[in-house]
């Protein structure tokens, strides 16, 4: 930026101003634009023969985005999966997605986060510079490279395969339960409103279809299938005071993982085949959060 053969074929600069995640969307884009400004400051400081005119900012708001890429390079990450999955969860607004990720694991994840400089390396700003070259006529021109074709289609673990994704998640309101004298003297235990968000990942391993001839394809058939339910029963946060808000109080979580292998049917003797069976195979995993029963003493989660 100090040649000023360089400035002379300067186009545009657009600072872009990022945030993490933790945090309200509306004070994450406020601080993300505030980054974008103070580097503006900064250029125009450090090279005043710069036109202002020439240099816009623009915020970022793609920080869950980003936080997931980061996450899913650790795993050391604590709750990693499940913390994935609040990420990409596509019902949640970006406050419950975030207010979920402080409170999870009695907050053991969100200091993971902020200890291990993650959240830091979202709070960013960056510069992209555009120049204008003209084209030496006299050169020779290059020749245009071949045209390539992207694809979504994620590879199984078997040549061949694919894997579909599909998440669903619901979101269940339990209404609080006052206490009841069931006898003179004798009261029942109060039990405060509850949310259960229930987080559904079907992945379903399957031999892709091919076109056999114009217009006619095979059917799609399904060699695996795994189907995590998450099930996340919380307290959920209350507005003591406009603009302010308990933390949500996770109270259990269950994750049931439901595993079908397809096994083709085998040629046993020439001409006699066995039946194809499914093989399903279901774990379940009960979690609670950690519990400080007396000072510095913690239940185990």
């Given at each position: ?19 993490s ?51 899913r ?61 003209m ?6 021109p ?11 289609t ?41 949310e ?83 093989v ?22």
């Open positions: 930026m100090t040649d000023r053969s360089v400035i002379s074929k300067l186009e545009s600069i657009t600072i872009t101003g990022a945030a995640p933790d945090g309200s969307h509306a004070h994450n884009l406020h601080l993300a634009q505030e980054r974008a400004d103070a580097l503006k400051r900064y250029m125009l400081d450090e090279y005043p023969y710069i036109d202002i005119s020439m240099i816009s900012t623009r915020v970022e708001g793609r920080y869950w985005e980003r936080l997931e890429d980061v996450v390079e650790d795993p050391n990450v604590p709750g990693r999966e499940v913390l994935l999955k609040i990420i990409m969860s596509p019902t949640h607004s970006d406050n419950i997605k975030s207010q979920r990720m402080m409170s999870m694991l009695g907050g053991r994840t969100f200091r993971y986060l902020r200890d291990s400089y993650t959240l830091r390396h979202l709070r960013t700003a960056s510069v992209a510079v555009t120049l204008c070259y084209p030496d006529t006299a050169a020779v290059e020749p245009e490279p071949e045209p390539t074709v992207a694809t979504t994620k590879p199984g673990t078997k040549p061949g395969t694919e894997i579909v994704t599909e998440t669903t998640t619901e979101v269940v309101q339990t209404p609080a339960k006052p206490a009841m004298e069931i006898r003179p003297g004798v009261w029942t235990k109060a039990e405060p409103a509850t259960t968000v229930i987080t559904t990942v079907k992945a379903t391993e399957q031999i892709a279809t091919k076109e056999i001839m114009p217009g006619v394809w095979s059917k799609p058939q399904v060699v695996a299938e795994i189907v995590t339910v998450t099930s996340t029963r919380q307290i959920p946060a209350q507005e003591i005071r406009p603009g302010v808000w308990t933390k949500p109080e996770v109270i259990e979580e269950i994750e049931t993982v439901t595993e079908t292998i397809q096994v083709p049917a085998q040629e046993i003797m020439p001409g006699v085949w066995s039946q194809p069976e499914a399903v195979t279901e774990t379940k995993t009960v979690r609670k959060p950690e519990t400080e029963i007396s000072p510095g003493v913690w239940t185990k989660p």
